[in-house]
């Protein structure tokens, strides 16, 4: 039965963190998906691999990007500098 429970936690929490609304900002510009115009993302990152670092078994030795995903539309973007996150509602976020 504490299984059940922590289970039911975990989830409660999941849905609680997939309704975190996160926009984004880089050098003073709001980014917005080039596709459908929205700012609302998750983040991930991803690692750049390189054939001469994958050859030599060193693949976490290379750099790596940050992806933004659209949480409208699914469209990824790429960033070799970290955006800042910003609140949804800052009038700074507006700007484009």
């Known amino acids: 039965m504490a299984n059940f429970f922590k ?35 998750d983040e991930g990152s991803a690692l750049l691999n390189t054939a001469g670092m994958t050859f030599l078994n060193l693949d976490w030795a290379n750099r790596s990007a940050i992806i933004l995903a659209c949480k409208s539309c699914g469209h990824v973007q790429w960033f070799l500098q970290k955006p800042e996150k910003t609140e949804p509602n800052q009038d700074s976020s507006k700007n484009t």
Do not use: W
Request: with cysteine.
């Open 7 to 41: 289970t039911l936690k975990r989830a409660a929490n999941a849905i609680a963190a997939s309704r975190d609304v996160h926009t984004y900002k880089l050098q003073g510009k709001a980014i917005s998906c080039p596709h459908c115009r929205a700012q609302e993302f």
